[in-house]
């Protein structure tokens, strides 16, 4: 597995509402080089310290990851949202974090919808947990936790039939269909 990019080498930003801080690691921009063809999909670090709204970013699907129990509030409706448990909404859906057990991080996977069915997926970045994924699809690996070699949010980029590492805790970042071709 080659490294792309590592958390610990950017520096954080304010949230889109200025509610927070995110470390972004995949940008739009660069999703579009690392995967020509696919809608854009931008991946961050966000760091949760207290309750409050998110930014709304209409037109984009997002999965959430905390890395501790955190409890949202979706359009008027509680969520709560156990460790490395991903949450999906939608960037214009009214969404706050209403319970925080203590300060966290959140990974965020946002892809960009084009106007199309937010539940079609087909052709879209997408964050498995825990789940196999067929070796011969694209994937990138982001660490979730530290290790020696692997530092936590590291994004890695798996070459076709590479072995995800068992030995850490990871999130891996695959294409939906199989029917897409890069």
Same mark, same amino acid.
Do not use: K
């Given at each position: 597995?080659?490294?792309?990019?590592?958390?610990?080498?950017?520096?954080?930003?304010?949230?889109?509402?200025?509610?927070?801080?995110?470390?972004?690691?995949?940008?739009?921009?660069?999703?579009?080089?690392?995967?020509?063809?696919?809608?854009?999909?931008?991946?961050?670090?966000?760091?949760?310290?207290?309750?409050?709204?998110?930014?709304?970013l209409?037109?984009?699907?997002?999965t959430?990851?905390?890395?501790?129990?955190v409890?949202?509030?979706?359009?008027?409706?509680?969520?709560?949202?156990?460790?490395?448990?991903?949450?999906?909404?939608?960037?214009?859906?009214?969404?706050?974090?209403?319970?925080?057990?203590?300060?966290?991080?959140?990974?965020?996977?946002?892809?960009?919808?084009?106007?199309?069915?937010?539940?079609?997926?087909?052709?879209?970045?997408?964050?498995?947990? #825990?789940?196999? &994924? +067929?070796?011969?699809?694209?994937?990138? *690996? @982001?660490?979730? %936790?530290?290790?020696?070699?692997?530092?936590?949010?590291?994004?890695?980029?798996?070459?076709? #039939?590479?072995? &995800? +590492?068992?030995?850490?805790?990871?999130? *891996? @970042?695959?294409? %939906?269909?199989?029917?897409?071709?890069?």
């Amino acid at each position: 597995m080659r490294a792309l990019v590592s958390f610990a080498d950017r520096d954080p930003v304010p949230w889109a509402n200025g509610a927070g801080q995110t470390t972004e690691l995949v940008s739009l921009t660069e999703s579009a080089q690392l995967t020509p063809g696919l809608r854009p999909w931008r991946l961050s670090i966000a760091r949760l310290e207290r309750v409050g709204p998110f930014s709304a970013l209409p037109g984009m699907a997002r999965t959430f990851l905390p890395n501790a129990e955190v409890a949202l509030d979706i359009d008027g409706h509680v969520h709560s949202v156990p460790a490395f448990r991903p949450e999906r909404f939608h960037g214009g859906q009214n969404v706050s974090l209403v319970d925080l057990v203590e300060p966290c991080f959140a990974v965020n996977l946002m892809v960009a919808d084009d106007g199309m069915d937010p539940e079609n997926t087909a052709g879209a970045m997408q964050m498995s947990i #825990g789940q196999p &994924v +067929p070796a011969d699809r694209l994937r990138f *690996v @982001l660490t979730l %936790e530290d290790r020696a070699e692997y530092p936590r949010f590291q994004l890695l980029e798996s070459e076709t #039939g590479e072995a &995800v +590492p068992d030995e850490i805790s990871v999130a *891996v @970042l695959h294409i %939906e269909s199989v029917d897409t071709h890069i």
